[in-house]
Structure formats: structure tokens, C-alpha cells
């Protein structure tokens, strides 16, 4: 099995015009699944995911040049992730003129609605839940409860404290309880 290649290799080769697509096809193979994922449980449809995976990942190829690695690549790149499905899901809002609560209907249904999803009802339910808390603290429940990030990691992404992302996830973590019970 191939070895992942570092970041600092990567951005090395992206560095030098002539292994600069390479260094960007390395890039695409290492972090673009785990970008899709991030971004779909945000967005839930597939198609607006994949939409936002490829305009992430152009902001990605436009400034990479520019990135000082005062962070992780992939924290950068999180953080634009983050940033395109709140502006996604606020246009979507503003486009339809409707609330965010709509918006989150919305996506509940699509959820249920989505050939990809094939989770049992308790999945489903956990799902719908987490589509009931505000864009930030969804943010906050997926990085932490799904890819386990750090709190650490997830300040330099989100660029909150990290006592704020603790009461975050916690609120979270009480409403979802909350939800799942009552529908028992």
C-alpha cells in the first residue's frame, strides 16, 4: 500500500511550476474525500456538495502559492471548506427567502430523500437532530463527534476559542440528547 505523502512535500512540488499539477493531483488524492465529507454533512445533498468540493478546492489551487503555513494545509483548507458551506447555506437562505429553520427542514428531508443514505432509523434520527442546531455549532458536532478533531484544530479552523468550542459542542451534544429522547 502506498505510503500518504507529507504536506511539506506537497507544498514543496507546488512550489515549482513543473511539478505543480502533480503536487495539486497529490493534494486532490489525500484530502478530497475528507473535504466532500466534511462539506456533505454540512449541505447534506450530494450534488451541492460536489459542487462546493470543486470551488474549494479552486480557491485551494488559486492560493495555495500564498499559504504561510502558520497552520496544518489541512486546517486551511477545513477552514475554507467551513467558510463556502456558510456562505452556501446563507445564499441558499437569502435565495429562497426563507428562515434557516426552513433551510434545515429542507435539508431533513433530502436527507431521508438521498439515495446515498442507507443508515438505520437510529442514524437517520441522529441525522435530523444535528440539522437542528445553528450552522456554527453543526460545524462544531460534525468535526468533533465525525472526524474527532481536536479542539485544538478546530480554534485554528474556526478561529474561536477553545473554551467556546467546548460549550459548543457540549450545547450540541445536550440538544441532540434532548431531541433523540423525546422522540422516543
Excluded at 47 to 74: E, G, P, T
Excluded at 129 to 153: C, G, H, S, W
Aim: glycine residues 2%; negative net charge.
Amino acid at each position: 500500500m502506498p505510503t500518504q505523502v507529507e504536506d511539506a512535500e506537497i507544498l514543496s512540488k507546488f512550489q515549482d511550476e513543473r511539478t505543480r499539477n502533480e503536487a495539486f493531483n497529490l493534494l486532490l488524492k489525500k484530502y478530497q474525500q475528507k473535504i466532500y465529507w466534511h462539506i456533505r454533512r454540512m449541505v447534506i445533498d450530494h450534488d451541492d456538495a460536489d459542487d462546493l468540493v470543486q470551488d474549494v478546492f479552486i480557491k485551494v489551487w488559486k492560493n495555495l502559492a500564498n499559504f504561510r503555513a502558520d497552520s496544518q494545509l489541512y486546517t486551511w483548507m477545513y477552514r475554507i471548506a467551513s467558510n463556502e458551506c456558510i456562505t452556501f447555506l446563507n445564499k441558499k437562505k437569502q435565495k429562497n427567502n426563507i428562515s434557516l429553520d426552513e433551510v434545515d427542514y429542507s435539508l431533513a428531508d433530502n436527507l431521508t430523500a438521498a439515495s446515498y443514505f442507507n443508515g438505520d432509523k437510529a442514524q437517520r434520527k441522529l441525522q435530523q437532530a444535528i440539522l437542528t442546531l445553528p450552522e456554527k455549532q453543526r460545524l462544531v458536532f460534525n468535526m468533533k463527534y465525525f472526524e474527532d478533531m481536536k479542539y485544538e484544530e478546530m480554534s485554528d479552523v474556526l478561529g474561536t476559542s477553545v473554551g467556546a468550542l467546548k460549550a459548543s459542542y457540549h450545547l450540541a451534544v445536550k440538544k441532540i440528547e434532548a431531541i433523540l429522547l423525546a422522540e422516543e
